[in-house]
């Protein structure tokens, strides 16, 4: 019997690959089956990102400026995204069910350990929610806002806090980011960076500690904490936990990283327990090129490497961006090296392409280990 501790994206990959290989497995979720991803993360954001957009065409088409009460109070929005999210989380358990795995929705504790043959931590990261003494919400509490607050402080320069700062100023919060060093620092590429700054930002950002301090304690405002997790396990190439025997490790608790990435290493982990019990050689896990998806008021896909050699175009107008002004369509490059592309920034709609182009880069022949385009339904309707 395997323990699967976490019900999000690299745990239920994990589950369902043992299932496959005829292995016996029960799942442990102290919260809701989906995990950060679905309940609080990048769905829920996808969730929150339609209604933007919502919002921002018809401020585009009307030239006025429309908020989210204008359409629909938080605590609607809420509440239709927690029934569309509960049922994929029932279809999830069914599925489930199905295929002989058992979740039970309690804490699992290190002694349990000793009751499985094999355990798989998938309990992703472990956030912080203090910051310089002060309670902030984190991703865990927006969903269960009631009331969309005036302002907001949110603190963090990555793309959590970029993409929170972009949907409550559409929806009419006056927000402010405060990062510490750059922001969106993924993006290497200063003149990109300095585009998405001026040209797509609808939000403040500022780098003045001081000038943070003063909202942080100022009861105006609400302030969010976006600054990312810490992992909670050291794990070999194999994702075995170092100290450890039959004990594996995978998913955002090990490395961080976006869903596609938890859900390959779910599937590595299953792969290796499967070999380990068969004495077959172990796997290790090849993460390829990487793929970032930015939602701001125009998507940004950040995949491959950022050169000095690249080609510049701008978007015509297009779907969600036809009555916006020229320089708001974006900004796109591709990155090139020895004549290779091996890079873009790509600022459209279309951000479903960006794993195609990640194969692209790879080269045309490993389309036969295509994995999943994202976001999808994965990893609630997979067909294995």
């Not at 994990?14 to 799942?27: N, Q, T």
């Not at 279809?91 to 199905?98: F, G, M, P």
């Not at 100290?243 to 995978?250: D, M, Q, R, T």
């Amino acid at each position: 019997m395997i323990a699967v501790v976490g019900g999000g994206p690299a745990g239920l990959s994990c589950a369902h690959a043992l299932a496959k290989r005829g292995l016996d497995v029960e799942i442990y979720e102290m919260d809701k089956l989906g995990g950060t991803c679905l309940n609080y993360g990048c769905r829920y954001v996808n969730a929150l990102k339609e209604v933007a957009d919502i919002i921002d065409n018809l401020n585009a088409i009307t030239g006025k400026k429309h908020d989210l009460e204008d359409v629909i109070s938080l605590d609607e929005l809420h509440e239709k995204v927690y029934k569309i999210h509960k049922s994929m989380r029932e279809n999830a358990k069914k599925t489930l069910e199905k295929k002989g795995i058992f979740v039970k929705f309690e804490e699992f504790k290190e002694d349990y350990e000793k009751n499985y043959d094999y355990v798989v931590y998938a309990t992703g990261q472990n956030y912080a929610k203090n910051y310089l003494g002060v309670e902030c919400a984190t991703h865990r509490e927006l969903p269960y806002l009631k009331k969309l607050p005036k302002k907001i402080l949110i603190i963090g320069g990555g793309t959590v806090a970029a993409e929170y700062a972009s949907i409550f100023s559409i929806f009419g919060s006056e927000v402010t980011v405060y990062a510490r060093s750059k922001f969106l620092k993924k993006i290497k590429d200063d003149e990109v960076r300095d585009y998405i700054i001026n040209d797509l930002s609808n939000f403040k950002i500022t780098h003045d500690e001081e000038e943070m301090k003063k909202m942080l304690y100022n009861d105006e405002y609400f302030n969010i904490l976006a600054i990312g997790g810490k992992k909670r396990y050291e794990t070999n190439e194999y994702f075995q936990v170092l100290g450890k025997s039959k004990v594996y490790a995978c998913g955002d608790s090990v490395r961080g990283g976006y869903t596609p990435i938890a859900n390959r290493e779910g599937r590595i982990v299953a792969e290796n327990i499967f070999n380990e019990i068969n004495n077959h050689p172990l796997k290790k896990m090849d993460y390829g090129v990487e793929v970032a998806t930015i939602r701001m008021p125009i998507n940004i896909s950040v995949v491959g490497k950022q050169t000095n050699d690249f080609k510049t175009s701008y978007n015509r107008p297009g779907t969600g961006y036809y009555f916006k002004k020229a320089e708001k369509r974006g900004m796109n490059r591709i990155y090139y090296e020895n004549g290779k592309a091996v890079g873009a920034v790509v600022m459209t709609n279309a951000t479903e392409l960006a794993p195609y182009f990640a194969q692209y880069l790879k080269g045309i022949e490993v389309y036969k280990d295509f994995v999943e385009v994202y976001p999808t339904t994965d990893p609630f309707y997979w067909q294995f």
